[in-house]
């Protein structure tokens, strides 16, 4: 049996069941991700439909659903096991305040037409579509941890059949949020092509003059707005360990992160 | 007769000819651009020979020859005008550091095969080739002076064609630099594609809290390295107006900018 940790997440907002030093245990990338959801916008709808495309244990997912209380959140997982740690988080009774509005889905997120409809990717189902697709390219060198080789497995083409499916659930004007390594912004401006417009890219640095080590990327399905590049978010101050001010209350779900040019509302 | 005027660049380290008022005049965005450019590698054998595709009045080229007493710089213009302001800046006693290291021809830079050779744009011909392409969409308002327009009229395709000549002109390992708009990132990447790679992108931000207005990006002919996102250029401080310090030394020639990962050596 898998040693387990229930670890609370904004500062005990919300818990999650993770594998123990084994697997992909989330961290500060899916609470970027989730922190560039925005609420439901004044005179809007609700509900806020959200996807999490690989979500695993479902870290972002539940800090969507956590900050937003209109947000509804759907999220998807090819691994059955990792699945099982979001069904077993949703079931905790420390996370009532979410759990109505999480669903789990064991899926492919890479299926298409009928079959991805009936796995629960519906079509223009879903106001805003978040992704931190796994990495690892090919040429890396290989983890001896089979669970997390299956989060970090990088296929070619990944980028281009995750924002596929991005594309097909968004309604039109919806927002797609992901974060991921600068190596695959090419890849992922190509898999926007035209069905994404509006690409705004901000640079997430550890430390002022190092290179980024990540980029958040969010776009509009069917926009035809311009590129922008953000200015960066930098980790660590000069002090070099504590987060600056305004990252760490994205971290931690005090805030979140507004595009410039928003989608259609809700 | 057009009127004109001498100006002074690198705090009175070259001359150029301009037209007064009119078309493309040359400022911050031609001097970062001659920043990017490194001078020969200890040991490399001279010259260095750069190309500046759509080279205007030559402000690029000039700072690079001013700076750097290796190169060698051609400058192609589409534009009988600009190049002979260029050839006239050539002429100037003042520039006589570097006039014997500067030819300009008269050459469309999107060209090709034989008809590329024969303009000067020669295969394998170069170490560094540099470009600040025309912009203005055809969406941008029409500006009323038309020299301006001319090189400002950004065409459909222009980076492919521009990043195609590059790839030409240059030896496997030499260097691409080019300034740009964060817009344009989307064909610059697509532009590279297998002809370059060790993409470094930097972006140039008026203050600190501003979206980018330009973007910096090099490439190596042949390369396999990875993308890289650097840290931003911040062009003015807090008090709003002086450049900051490391950026006034590039835009007066004190400096470069050099990659992260470089080139093979000349």
Redesign the interface.
Known sequence: MTEETVDAFHRGAFYLVQPKGRGHRAGMDAMLLAAMVGPLQPGGKGPLKVADLGAGAGAAGFAVASRIPEAEVSLFELSPEMADYARRSAALSENEATNQRIRVFEADVTLKGAARNAAGLVDDGFDHVIMNPPFNEARDRKTPDPLKQVAHAMAEGLFEAWIRTAGAILRPGGQLSLIAR??S??EI??ACGKRFGG?E?T?V?AR?????FR?LVSAIKGSRA???????FIMHGQDGHAFLGAVDDLNNGRSHYPR?VTGKSV
Do not use: T
């Open positions: 600068p190596q912004l090419a401006i190509a690409l890219i640079p640095h002022a003059e190092e290179d980024a980029i311009r590129l922008q590049m953000r200015p960066a410039r």
